[in-house]
């Protein structure tokens, strides 16, 4: 008979963060299985705006690792045929309590490559944004976006055909104990894995989950026709600066979240911010939403979406947005943005828990494997 075959490393789950491993432990030479319960990714690495945020990350650390994050997906943008829609990312600020934000950021080593824009300057980068509506706006280089439904997939097969990465879909993981693992079509053998979940919250580690305090969010998000004008970068508005934990740490924040609240507070009950980016045929994504539960219910009120749709109009001229697509996503959220726990020596439990996987996925992979096959980061960065 013959014998099962054994890898280096098993990795379940082939969302970003599951992929993001792959990719670091690529990079060692390492025999790698990923382990996919779903036929093609279909979680949160696709629903999302494959909006790679910098500015507006929490500071430090989650700053950083956007940073570096955001540096991975160009290294294999190119290599793995993923299109950059486009770079940076606007602020366009509305209150002049939205812009003493923007001032304060600036201030601070996350403005770095930053500029503040006069209302004139906005509207001369994307005429879209009258000028008349803004007290000015942020402009961020840092950004990219990438067409999540697409980048997942060809990442994973770039991982396949390039790096000889084992993909294992439509394979449920039951149980983890190296160097077996348990999975609804027979064991498969790794010497370590790293399980990357993302919102299943029930199967691997409950126990382990359950002690970072972690809950679902769901997220409206929509799909608008070509509105007739391109994008320069991504567009994100005042609420966005009582979201993003880099902004709305800012003690300038709470001048703007007290305005906010007496002017937008259906707004802020329904976590609604905006975030406008562009695909390569012209349509937008527009979003989004945050509501809180073990098991979000299903359904996508229109009142939300109008809500939503709102704010774009309040910051966007011309024709009213004729909406294409709607879906919702989920993701897991805590209080943190990610833990990465150790239930065994040889096994990590990954999950994301900010909201931003598409963000910092990269970076965190590369802590991960770096601190479970004991390899510096910096020679896993050299060897890429
Ligand atoms: C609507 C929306 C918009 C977002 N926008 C952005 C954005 O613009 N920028 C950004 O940085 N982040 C964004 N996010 C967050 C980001 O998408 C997530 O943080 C990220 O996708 C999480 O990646 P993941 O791989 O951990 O999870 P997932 O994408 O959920 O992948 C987990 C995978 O694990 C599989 N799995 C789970 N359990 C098992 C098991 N037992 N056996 C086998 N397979 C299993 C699942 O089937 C799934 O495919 C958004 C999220 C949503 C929902």
Redesign the pocket.
């Known amino acids: 008979m013959k014998a099962a075959q054994q890898f280096d490393l098993a990795i ?7 992929l993001a491993h792959a990719v670091a432990a690529s990079r060692l030479g390492l025999r790698v299985v990923v ?4 036929a093609q ?5 696709i ?7 910098v500015s507006g990350e929490e500071r430090g650390t989650v700053w950083r690792r956007a940073m570096r994050s955001r540096d991975v997906w160009l290294e294999l943008a190119g290599p793995a045929g993923i299109d950059v829609n486009h770079r940076g990312m606007t602020v366009a600020a509305r209150r002049p309590e939205a812009l003493a934000v923007v001032d304060a950021f600036l201030k601070t080593e996350m403005g770095q490559g930053c500029e503040l824009l006069s209302p004139a300057e906005l509207a001369k980068r994307q005429p879209e944004l009258d000028p008349g509506r803004f007290a000015g706006a942020l402009w961020s280089p840092h950004e990219l976006r990438v067409e999540s439904k697409q980048a997942i997939p060809r990442l994973a097969a770039w991982l396949a055909t390039h790096h000889g990465v084992e993909f294992r879909r439509e ?4 149980a983890i104990e190296p160097p077996l693992i348990e999975t609804s079509r027979g064991p498969i053998r790794a010497g370590k894995v790293i399980a ?5 919250l029930a ?2 580690f409950p126990e382990r989950i359950a002690a970072h305090n972690v809950t679902r969010c769901k ?1 409206h ?1 929509m799909r608008l026709a070509y509105p007739g004008f391109r994008l320069r970068a991504a567009v994100v508005s005042d609420l966005s600066l009582t979201r993003y934990a880099g902004f709305a740490a800012l003690p300038e924040a709470a001048a703007l979240r007290r305005r906010l609240e007496a002017e937008e507070k259906p707004a802020l009950d329904n976590g609604v911010h905006l ?1 406008v980016v562009q695909s390569a045929d012209g349509s937008l994504i527009v ?2 939403s945050h509501h809180y539960a073990p098991t979000p219910d299903p359904f996508a009120s229109n009142d939300i979406d109008e809500i939503i749709l709102g704010e774009y109009r309040n910051v966007f001229t011309g024709a009213d947005p004729n909406v294409i697509v709607r879906w919702t ?3 897991a959220s805590a209080d943190r943005t990610m833990f990465a726990d150790a239930p065994g020596p040889d096994i990590r439990l990954v ?2 828990t900010g ?7 990269f970076a965190i992979a590369e802590e991960v494997i770096a601190d479970l096959f004991d390899a510096s980061i910096e020679d896993l960065r050299r060897s890429a």
């Open positions: 379940v789950g082939a969302g970003i963060l599951g382990i996919e319960r779903e990714a279909n979680g949160a690495s629903r999302n705006f494959g909006l790679v945020v394979t449920a993981v039951q990357c979940p993302g919102d299943d199967t691997l997220l998000m975030i979003g989004d996503g989920t993701y999950v994301v909201g931003n996987g598409a963000s910092t996925a």
